[in-house]
């Protein structure tokens, strides 16, 4: 059971628009910020969104992250199919004194 | 180029202990807070704990408490996370990862991980 809870699974159309949410607490988002990791089959995550909605150099402007109290949603704008990975979301949790992770949500693009 | 290269694959018995190194490079290693990060097969990430370079301080996750042991040598600028009692649940990808973009933030998000290093434990 993770800390932050994300939906399994997402999914949507090449062009669409799709968001994964990601909930927590006062604890961990509610009091820190939240970051966002892609991962493909094989590889090393990657970092999409840190600092609730700032991206890394070279992460396209489709990508962008919001928070809102003690929950935080990545949404992805013209969906493609090299989109399709895995993403999670994470934060530092006060209580736990670490980092805590979403369980990740698998994106499919139809 | 900013980056981290860990050691390769291990395969241990239950009950042994690993040591995983990572390599760090293109950045000045104490300066920054190095994390590990389990994956086991199909699952997602757990956070196992931190080192900061600088004087050694650790943080371990709850879980890892007491059976896992991180350390930096900073004349290699290299991380090491030590792992010990395997067991089968334990059979996992561990990668070490650092925030290069922020000094001394340890609450950080990561921008650099190493490859991963694939641990299996058999009994």
């Known amino acids: 059971q993770s800390v932050l809870t994300q939906p399994p699974s997402a999914s949507g159309t090449p062009g669409q628009r799709v968001t994964i949410s990601c909930s927590g607490s006062?604890?961990?988002?509610?009091?820190?910020?939240v970051n966002w990791y892609q991962q493909f089959p094989g590889t090393a995550p990657k970092l999409l969104i840190y600092?609730?909605?700032q991206r890394p150099s070279g992460v396209p402007d489709r990508f962008s992250g919001s928070k809102s109290g003690t929950s935080g949603s990545l949404a992805i704008s013209g969906l493609q199919s090299e989109d399709e990975a895995d993403y999670y979301c994470?934060?530092?949790?006060?209580?736990?004194?670490?980092?805590?992770f979403g369980g990740g949500t698998k994106l499919t693009v139809l | 180029e900013v980056q981290l290269v860990q050691s390769g694959a291990e395969v241990k018995k239950s009950g042994a202990t690993v040591k995983i190194s990572c390599k760090a490079s293109?950045?000045?290693?104490?300066?920054?807070?190095m994390h590990w990060v389990q994956q086991a097969p199909g699952k997602g990430l757990e956070w196992m704990g931190l080192?900061?370079?600088?004087?050694?301080?650790?943080t371990y996750a709850e879980k890892f408490q007491g059976r896992v042991t991180i350390t930096a040598d900073t004349s290699t600028d290299t991380g090491y996370m030590e792992l010990s009692s395997l067991r089968s649940e334990d059979t996992a990808v561990y990668y070490c990862?650092?925030?290069?973009?922020?000094?001394?933030?340890?609450?950080?998000?990561?921008?650099?991980w190493g490859q991963g290093t694939m641990v299996t434990v058999s009994s």
């Open positions: 990862a650092t925030p290069s973009y922020s000094t001394s933030c340890y609450t950080c998000a990561f921008d650099i």
């Open positions: 600092r609730n909605n």
């Open positions: 080192i900061d370079p600088e004087d050694g301080e650790t």
């Open positions: 994470a934060a530092w949790d006060d209580s736990l004194t670490g980092q805590v």
């Open positions: 293109g950045y000045t290693f104490s300066d920054y807070y």
């Open positions: 006062s604890f961990n988002i509610g009091s820190n910020t």
